[in-house]
């Protein structure tokens, strides 16, 4: 990490060529690199080739936009502005130009054009338009562009980008538990994964909580609650950690957290090489950086506060987001829907949280409260597509992907005999409603979870090949048929079981490649 751009003490005066980016971040606009923020470094070495003295006119715009708008938008603006030159060929801002621009392009990627004319706008306003033709004014002015389609992901269910189904999602946190317990998982990754999945928080969200943001109090809720305190993201004229939200937690997320505050604190302690104080404690990071606990060993005593109340010690969004996805690889959960490995983005934990909130009957104001939105359009395609998100275990049953939904967590062995040798004295696991049984458990230990229900879904179940499983099929499936009568078709209740009888029905196919085979 190489922060010697921030100056914690402040003594040194600021040179005419050094500017202040809207979070706080030094940077000489005569460069080209500047690092806006711990996230965002904005290369702008594509300035030369603009015509003097238009690119002196585009550079100060550039550096009004990285003094008061966020470091990402800024970010964007150069980013289009290099692809206008790659696709037109120009060294100036013309019509021509322009015009071959937006013609160039598709038209779901007219929010590129959007981009550049809001920077012309900007320029005319600030009087920056000297060196550009009225006449490219004229034509922008008159062009509809649209921004980005909204909820295109949710509302097409997309596999790879839309929200989980409700079988990825169990399988998610079931296979996650698991590979925990089995020391397959750090703390700090079982604690990341599972604030991504408790509450459906944007990266940069996640990335600047600190740990002084978690409670066990009574103020928000009544009675004893874990809470933590989210900063919004998208807050107009906000800066750093300049609102935050309280979220609930239940306790199974909350502990994991606290376990990894607990060991984060202790290297960076170790690093130190003292203790630290409880206000120093608060006010590290969440989620550190790569590189901030050599990072601060480097800091004076006297200085110390002030990075740690700054942004720097803070997890770059774009290793939070490499953290969760390589969280998610690490668990091997494969998609029902598509027979491969799940794929995993930061967003699709959002648009599951807010897809399933729409399904349980939850309202757009709600929804907009619950994904901490600061409005409602985006929103609205939850709601529309509620229906669309009910899993029928039926349908599920009978397509060849079965197999893949990644209820299944044990191994098949061919008899008690195969079980006893990989742990003697293994316990039979009966289903006393069918008067049968059904396999072995792994493990020597006390279990006080349903069996066989939550047999099926637990990787010490060591399945036999020629036991009567479609005898606990029919039984689940009889039970689902019942639920479906007592509960008047709410489905959240009648679907209960529906994982387990998806691992049942995976249990049963590798009984016959097995017996077959």
């Known amino acids: 990490m190489n922060h010697h751009h921030v100056n914690f003490d402040f003594a040194n005066e600021s040179k005419v060529t050094t500017c202040m980016s809207y979070n706080g971040f030094e940077f000489n606009y005569l460069s080209d690199r500047w690092t806006l923020n711990r996230d965002v470094t904005v290369l702008v070495d594509f300035l030369d080739s603009f015509v003097q003295p238009l690119q002196e006119d585009i550079r100060e715009v550039l550096v009004f936009y990285a003094e008061t708008s966020s470091a990402k938008h800024t970010q964007n603006i150069s980013v289009q502005l290099k692809l206008y030159q ?36 900007q320029m005319r306003y600030l009087g920056l338009d000297k060196h550009i033709d009225d006449a490219v004014f004229k034509l922008t002015d008159q062009w509809s562009l649209g921004g ?29 538990a698991h590979r925990y317990a089995e020391g397959a998982l750090r703390t700090d990754e079982y604690a990341c994964l599972s604030m991504f999945k408790a509450s459906g928080r944007r990266p940069v969200q996640i990335a600047s909580i600190k740990c002084k943001d978690f409670s066990y109090s009574t103020n928000y809720t009544g009675s004893p609650t874990y809470v933590v305190l989210i900063p919004r993201a998208k807050v107009r004229g906000g800066k750093f950690r300049s609102i935050l939200k309280p979220y609930a937690l239940v306790n199974s997320v909350a502990q994991v957290v606290e376990l990894h505050i607990k060991e984060q604190t202790a290297k960076v302690e170790a690093a130190l090489g003292r203790k630290m104080t409880l206000e120093e404690k608060g006010e590290l990071p969440l989620f550190i950086d790569v590189g901030t606990i050599v990072e601060i060993q480097s800091i004076p005593p006297d200085s110390l506060m002030d990075y740690l109340k700054s942004e720097l010690p803070h997890i770059k969004t774009s290793n939070l987001t490499s953290k969760l ?8 959960v494969i998609s029902e829907r598509t027979g491969k490995p799940l794929k995993s983005t930061s967003y699709r934990f959002r648009y599951t949280l807010g897809s399933r909130a729409a399904r349980e009957g939850a309202g757009i104001l709600t929804i907009a409260n619950l994904l901490d939105q600061s409005d409602t359009q985006n929103v609205k395609v939850y709601v529309a597509n509620a229906p669309e998100h009910a899993v029928h275990i039926s349908k599920i049953m009978n397509q060849p992907l079965a ?20 742990n003697a004295g293994a316990a039979r696991i009966p289903c006393r409603e069918k008067d049968c049984e059904v396999g072995s458990c792994g493990s020597s230990s006390f279990c006080q979870d349903y069996a066989p229900i939550a047999c099926y879904l637990c990787p010490k179940f060591r399945p036999w090949a020629h036991a009567p499983h479609h005898l606990i099929l029919e039984w689940l499936v009889e039970e689902r048929d019942r639920l479906k009568v007592d509960a ?17 029905c995976q249990v049963i196919q590798l009984c016959r490649e097995y017996n077959n085979g």
């Not at 980005?148 to 999602?169: I, Q």
């Not at 996805?325 to 091997?332: A, E, G, Q």
């Not at 893949?404 to 195969?418: H, I, N, Q, T």
């Open 148 to 176: 980005n389609d909204k909820g295109v992901a949710v509302l097409t269910l997309d596999p790879e980008t839309g929200p989980f189904s409700d079988l990825e999602f169990q399988a998610i946190g079931l296979h996650a």
């Open 86 to 121: 790659t696709i037109t060929g120009q060294n100036d801002l013309t019509e021509q130009g322009v015009a071959s621009f937006k013609n160039a392009l598709p038209k779901k990627e007219w929010y590129k054009v959007s981009v550049v004319r809001g920077m012309l706008r």
């Open 403 to 422: 197999r893949y939904a990644s209820a299944f967590a044990g191994k098949l062995v061919e008899d008690e005999a195969e079980a006893n040798t990989e």
């Open 325 to 332: 996805n390589s969280v998610v690889k690490k668990l091997k």
């Open 488 to 504: 008047n078709g709410d489905m959240q209740i009648v679907a209960i079981n529906d994982n387990a009888i998806l691992a049942v």
